[in-house]
């Protein structure tokens, strides 16, 4: 028996005006799941307890088996687990991203978060303007001095590592980006201890090198936003998760162009696998990542694919791009997996959800139910539903995000 659990990241959202009050998830062809969906057992799950903060880290522990409450210390830690980074006890590890501001010139409290994703930086750019602030730039002594480690992710996601430095994030609050596009900066800035108005000169000063830097004057020239400041957030220490095979009795590989999720499944145990062309955005490797799932199911009983496409399209504003990538997941992803596993005439059971909701309307992550399809190839419940939030509200609902992997398991 083989099991498949896929995530489309942020697939789920609230109804929407400009599509006659559906959501994406309802607007969007997806036959393939439709056809799951119907066959199988549609409902919905609460992925994240209400007491914790909306996002794929918590929703993502949660779906694996890992009590959120218990097992979360921070989002950064568990991306730097995909970076090899050895954290000891007391290092603090935090996100910086690249971001853009609007060009206005006033101070930069005064300006307004137009990406989280500096415009969509990635690749060879993005490393370059990274490494310059915190190697060779007039502030990269302060960076140095406060013990700032920067680790390049390639995109516009990278780490800082502080040793020592978990008395420094001690009721430190700083604010995910992802959802206050569009917000002026003042409100969102850090606080909440004496080390925050350090992070703060930090930003400002950063800002004011970036925006001068040429790649960045470059990006302009050709009509892209520019990665004119830094973010920092998710700040935490590292902790210890429970093994996927302890829990569960198998070992298994994760498919994902996120760290985060990379990370969480290397702290689990399961084997991470690369995917040319994979990148988190709409135009992600999705048939690549499909391929790269059949080949690892010869290995192993369990494997896992992430979609990151649709939250990104999401906190950017895109609402064709959610759908588009909602469609290509059932197209490229789903449908390509199945068709590859009913050819081998391996029996397989199949899970399909959102990890959390991601709302056009805010650009945001939020707390609620997302659906889930179970799909059993060895039978048909003939429940006759079609995989949305609508239809999936009839379905049975799960009160825990953690029971999610024990009923695909049948354990």
Not at 50 to 57: Q, R
Request: hydrophobic fraction near 40%; charged fraction near 25%; aromatic fraction near 6%.
């Amino acid at each position: 028996m083989k099991y498949i659990l896929i995530i489309g990241d942020g697939m789920a959202d609230d109804p929407i005006v400009m599509l006659k009050n559906k959501t994406p998830l309802q607007y969007a062809k997806k036959p393939t799941i439709d056809a799951l969906a119907k066959a199988g057992k549609v409902g919905t799950v609460k992925t994240i307890p209400e007491d914790l903060e909306a996002g794929s880290d918590t929703a993502i522990l949660s779906i694996f088996g890992c009590d959120p409450r218990t097992c979360y210390a921070g989002r950064a830690p568990l991306e730097a687990a995909d970076y090899d980074i050895d954290m000891k006890p007391g290092d603090v590890a935090m996100r910086c991203n690249l971001i853009s501001l609007d060009d206005s010139p006033f101070y930069i409290s005064m300006r307004k978060l137009e990406s989280h994703n500096g415009g969509g930086l990635t690749g060879d750019e993005a490393d370059a303007l990274i490494e310059w602030l915190f190697y060779d730039s007039p502030i990269a002594g302060m960076l140095y001095h406060d013990g700032m480690v920067i680790h390049p992710g390639h995109s516009f996601r990278n780490i800082v590592v502080i040793e020592q430095g978990e008395d420094k994030i001690r009721n430190l609050v700083l604010t995910p980006p992802h959802d206050h596009i569009g917000e002026k900066v003042d409100t969102l800035m850090p606080c909440g201890n004496p080390y925050s108005e350090r992070i703060k000169n930090i930003i400002a000063q950063a800002a004011e090198l970036l925006a001068a830097h040429p790649i960045n004057e470059l990006r302009k020239a050709e009509g892209k936003l520019p990665a004119n400041a830094v973010w920092f957030w998710a700040p935490g220490t590292a902790k210890e998760l429970p093994k996927f095979k302890d829990m569960y009795g198998m070992d298994g590989a994760i498919i994902s162009a996120v760290p985060l999720c990379r990370g969480i499944g290397k702290l689990i145990g399961l084997e991470r696998i690369d995917v040319e062309g994979a990148n988190g955005e709409l135009d992600t490797n999705y048939e690549g990542k499909a391929d790269a799932a059949l080949e690892q199911l010869k290995k192993y009983d369990f494997v896992t694919v992430h979609v990151e496409a649709p939250d990104e399209c999401t906190h950017n504003g895109d609402l064709m791009g959610k759908i588009e990538s909602i469609q290509n997941i059932d197209s490229m992803v789903v449908k390509r997996i199945k068709d590859g596993l009913d050819a081998a005439g391996e029996d397989y059971r199949m899970l399909i959800l959102s990890d959390h909701k991601t709302l056009m309307e805010t650009q945001g992550h939020a707390h609620g139910v997302v659906p889930y399809v179970f799909y059993d190839g060895r039978v048909s419940s003939g429940q006759g539903l079609t995989y949305d939030e609508k239809s999936a509200a009839s379905g049975e609902y799960i009160d825990d995000g953690t029971k999610l992997l024990k009923m695909l398991l049948e354990k």
